[in-house]
């Protein structure tokens, strides 16, 4: 079945420090790839997004690139902000066999510190 | 519009009781689902609906009942609590299924003793 394997956390760096967040993903076909975020004593948001190879979903300074070839999707921040201390989500989902159906990854808890 | 919204925000439960999980939205979306979030384990699907009178499971179905009447409402029941069910319950909707954005409600704390 589909899964989603993200870097282990906890994640703990400094204001202006540069983030990456590992995804890796395993989907036959081509899935539709997720970042959410949640925010202390909140639900998800969705922060970006990709439907295709080589797409480049971007927010907030945020992006993250569709790399079929490697089956990845890595969270990439030039300049974290203490106010992107936040657990992260890396997700997928793919039509077939009637399935509707959207897959997480255990998530990435990220601490930012002045 | 308010979104997607959840009630109770703290639920307290003896094994063995019964309760629903209320969730509305005011979006107009077919699609909403049900996920348990539990340490470590991210988020599990429950069971989701494409639209009203159609329901289907998730990862993790068992324990729990959904129906859907309407557009709007999408109640999640725990038909006789366990501890194993102890966890934050998160609604979403999404007006493209699951392959477009999901939109989250605040959750559901839920305690079984």
């Known amino acids: 079945g589909d899964s989603v394997t993200q870097m282990e956390g906890p994640v703990t760096l400094s204001e202006e420090a540069f983030l990456t967040i590992n995804c890796t993903y395993t989907a036959t076909g081509y899935p539709s790839l997720f970042w959410y975020v949640q925010y202390p004593g909140e639900g998800l948001q969705l922060l970006l997004k990709a439907t295709k190879a080589d797409d480049k979903g971007s927010n907030k300074g945020f992006e993250a690139t569709y790399r079929k070839e490697t089956t990845s999707f890595h969270l990439e921040k030039g300049s974290v902000q203490v106010s992107d201390s936040a657990v992260y989500f890396c997700?997928?989902?793919?039509?077939?066999?009637?399935?509707?159906?959207?897959?997480f990854g255990k998530g990435t808890k990220l601490s930012v510190i002045p | 519009n308010a979104g997607v919204t959840q009630t109770p925000k703290f639920q307290v439960l003896k094994t063995g009781q019964s309760m629903t999980l209320q969730c509305a939205q005011d979006m107009n979306h077919e699609y909403m689902s049900w996920y348990r979030q539990d340490p470590g384990m991210g988020l599990r699907l429950i069971h989701y609906?494409?639209?009203?009178?159609?329901?289907d499971q998730g990862e993790v179905p068992n324990g729990y009942n959904v129906s859907r009447s309407t557009t709007e409402d999408f109640p999640l029941r725990l038909l006789s609590a366990a501890p194993s069910q102890t966890s934050v319950y998160f609604c979403?909707?999404?007006?493209?299924?699951?392959?477009?954005?999901?939109?989250f409600g605040p959750g559901t704390r839920l305690t079984v003793l």
């Open positions: 997700a997928l989902s793919r039509a077939g066999a009637g399935s509707y159906q959207l897959t």
């Open positions: 609906s494409v639209g009203a009178g159609i329901t």
């Open positions: 979403a909707s999404s007006g493209g299924g699951p392959f477009d954005e999901q939109f």
